[in-house]
């Protein structure tokens, strides 16, 4: 017997560990994939979902493989960096709550509530510090199981943050097979856009991890800064006449190309002089 879910996310996860612990084999697919894959449907209930995640994995169960549960030392990982993420977003708003308050301040007494926020925002500054600290203390024991960790963060552009988020969206580089998978997934991968004799340019697609793309496009900035063939590469495409939007996500495609690399081979990132 196979078991066909729809990814919810962490609240699939106690779903997941009961099929694994009972052996039931399981696919968990997106409802987008799901939904486009069966043509033009109508109504929605949990019968019909039901109905419908069957007749996916009949269709399809020669493509499909079985599911894995992540290793619990990335899940913790994920927390953590989900953490991370909400107490900066929390900093952030205090930020800008505080350069507001001091315009209005011309005209009103704001000082007590400034006061209050940017001890908060102390707070939360300090947390975020122990919070790095967690997580690089948990990249460096995932790293004495697995060794990836330190590969990741040899190349240029790579810090913790986006090493530790790869590691988790990647599942320890056992979800894709190739960096041109990674790169679909991450939404740098473009695809060909035409029709008869009508070709435009070659589009990336809208549906991605925004998430590890945006991350990924701000680490090109740090990449073309230390990384001499990057640099080139960036000014020679923008010189060419490239928009340097679409350039930078060329070197997302290169960065991918280059953890897939280091990762395969087992050594850590060195430059070809």
Same mark, same amino acid.
């Given at each position: 017997?196979?078991?066909?879910?729809?990814?919810?996310?962490?609240?699939?996860?106690?779903?997941?560990?009961?099929?694994?612990?009972?052996?039931?084999?399981?696919?968990?697919?997106?409802?987008a994939?799901?939904?486009?894959?069966?043509?033009?449907?109508?109504?929605?209930?949990?019968?019909?979902?039901?109905r419908?995640?069957? =007749?996916?994995?009949?269709?399809?169960?020669?493509?499909?493989?079985?599911?894995?549960?992540?290793?619990k030392?990335?899940?913790?990982?994920?927390?953590?960096l989900?953490?991370? =993420?909400?107490?900066?977003?929390?900093?952030?708003?205090?930020?800008?709550?505080?350069?507001a308050?001091?315009?209005?301040?011309q005209?009103?007494?704001?000082? =007590?509530?400034?006061?209050?926020?940017?001890?908060?925002?102390?707070?939360?500054? =300090?947390?975020?510090?122990?919070?790095? %600290?967690?997580?690089?203390?948990?990249? %460096?024991?995932?790293?004495?199981?697995?060794?990836?960790?330190e590969?990741?963060?040899?190349?240029?552009?790579?810090?913790?943050?986006i090493?530790?988020?790869?590691?988790?969206?990647?599942?320890?580089?056992?979800?894709?097979?190739?960096?041109?998978?990674?790169?679909c997934?991450?939404?740098?991968?473009?695809?060909?856009?035409?029709?008869g004799?009508?070709?435009?340019?070659d589009?990336?697609?809208?549906?991605?991890?925004? %998430?590890?793309?945006?991350?990924?496009?701000?680490?090109?900035?740090?990449?073309?800064?230390?990384?001499?063939?990057?640099?080139v590469?960036?000014?020679?495409?923008?010189?060419?006449?490239?928009?340097?939007?679409?350039v930078?996500?060329?070197?997302?495609?290169?960065?991918l190309?280059?953890?897939?690399?280091v990762?395969?081979?087992?050594?850590?990132y060195?430059?070809?002089?």
């Open positions: 017997m196979i078991v066909c879910v729809e990814h919810t996310g962490p609240y699939g996860l106690l779903r997941a560990a009961m099929l694994e612990e009972t052996g039931v084999r399981y696919v968990m697919v997106a409802a994939q799901v939904q486009r894959s069966l043509g033009i449907r109508r109504g929605k209930s949990d019968p019909i979902d039901a419908r995640l069957a =007749e996916y994995l009949w269709r399809f169960r020669d493509r499909l493989q079985p599911s894995r549960l992540p290793l030392a990335l899940l913790e990982l994920r927390g953590w989900l953490w991370r =993420e909400k107490l900066i977003k929390m900093r952030t708003g205090l930020t800008n709550g505080i350069k308050n001091i315009l209005t301040s005209i009103a007494d704001l000082g =007590e509530i400034n006061d209050q926020m940017q001890a908060q925002h102390d707070r939360l500054t =300090e947390q975020l510090t122990l919070v790095d %600290r967690k997580i690089r203390g948990l990249l %460096r024991r995932y790293n004495n199981m697995e060794g990836q960790y590969l990741l963060i040899s190349i240029p552009g790579i810090g913790s943050v090493a530790g988020w790869l590691l988790v969206y990647t599942e320890g580089f056992t979800r894709f097979a190739n960096a041109r998978q990674l790169a997934f991450v939404g740098s991968a473009p695809f060909p856009n035409q029709s004799n009508i070709k435009n340019p589009r990336v697609s809208e549906w991605r991890c925004v %998430r590890l793309k945006t991350l990924l496009l701000n680490s090109v900035h740090s990449a073309i800064q230390y990384d001499p063939e990057l640099r590469y960036y000014q020679r495409k923008c010189g060419e006449g490239k928009h340097p939007q679409s930078k996500n060329a070197v997302v495609c290169k960065l190309y280059r953890v897939f690399a990762i395969n081979r087992g050594t850590p060195s430059e070809i002089i």
